[in-house]
């Protein structure tokens, strides 16, 4: 889990550099771009661009260009570009061709001028769980350490609103701990007594630790949870606007399989030989299970709204994960593709 407010500073930077060095679409010269953006042009490679190291969350992804490149040829190469600010400076230079640098991170850049748009959100749902060690229920958690990330950011947001709605408001001690790993650890050695943490975490140490429970999860606390996007820039559809449906028509068909037994068997074999190296065959198979379970993978349904997003920004300024002004729906997203592929 990163901080909204730990990544302020490296974007604004970033989005300085990025536009001086806007090339198009996908990177090159003039004349290159204009190659490869042509609507009888067909690629056969697309560039994709990660802030951070690849994790569960983002095995559903590998699926969806796996899919893609079986239905159209375009085979996704990788890129793991450290964070947020070096994912949007990359974009913004052609050096990649979908940037994958977060939600809010997106929506920073884009309100400091980033000339790019969302055109899929691919994790619909908050993975945050609150779990605890030696804790029945959040009635227990009276006089108890809470940890979670940072302040005003969603990891709190979580811990108040259990906290609040189970009456224990002031009768906790809540703790910022950074990174829901380091929380595991604390909770594990009894310097906290529960945790917000990513359900991965949460449940490599339930299998270590038989006193851990599953409090409470996230979803449907956050209006409009979107937290993964894939990200291009502004003009791709201008420019290429067959290219760029076939991409999100190929993806959509990824996403949406993995909600099949077919889809099950594959995110479980690439999840064993990446993000989930080494785990046992029922961790990754309970991982899956909580994925598909809250709906993590987007379907051609679930296009964004405008008072879906309305919703949300009001809620994460009130609750101070956004500060104005915030850039509007049509600035931030292209949902045109993702209608288009749902037959809207």
Known sequence: MRSRRSLRLLLGLAVVLGLVFVLGACGGNDEDDSAAQTET?????????????????????RVAFQTLEQKTGIKAAYSVLGNPRNTIVALQRGDIDIAKPGFYSTVEA???????????????????VLAGVGVGSVADL?????????????????????????????????????ESTNRATALAGGRLDAAVLEFVDYLRLAQEEPDMRL??????????????VNVVKKDFGRKSPGLLQRITNGLLDGYESLYTDEGRE???????KSALEGESDEFVEQIYAFY???????????VPTQEAWNSGVRFRLDEGLLEPPVPSFQQVFDVSFWRKAAGK
């Not at 884009?110 to 945050?128: D, K, P, R, Y």
């Not at 108890?144 to 969603?154: A, S, V």
């Not at 609040?164 to 408001?169: D, I, P, Q």
């Open 41 to 61: 042009a067909k690629p056969t490679s697309l560039r994709v661009g990660y802030g951070f190291e690849l994790d569960a969350g983002g095995v559903g992804d």
């Open 110 to 128: 884009i309100n400091q001028g980033a000339e790019m748009q969302i055109v899929l959100a691919t994790g619909m749902v908050s993975e945050l």
């Open 142 to 178: 009276a006089g108890k350490r809470i940890g979670y990330h940072l302040p005003k950011d969603e990891t709190e947001i979580f811990a108040r609103f259990v906290v609040t709605r189970a009456g224990l408001e002031g009768e906790v001690k809540l703790i910022s701990l950074p």
């Open 215 to 228: 409090l409470a999860n996230a979803k449907g606390l956050f209006p409009f949870p979107v937290t993964r």
């Open 266 to 272: 594959r995110w479980i074999a690439e999840a064993k």
């Open 292 to 302: 598909r379970d809250v709906g993590m993978w987007p379907r051609r349904s679930d």
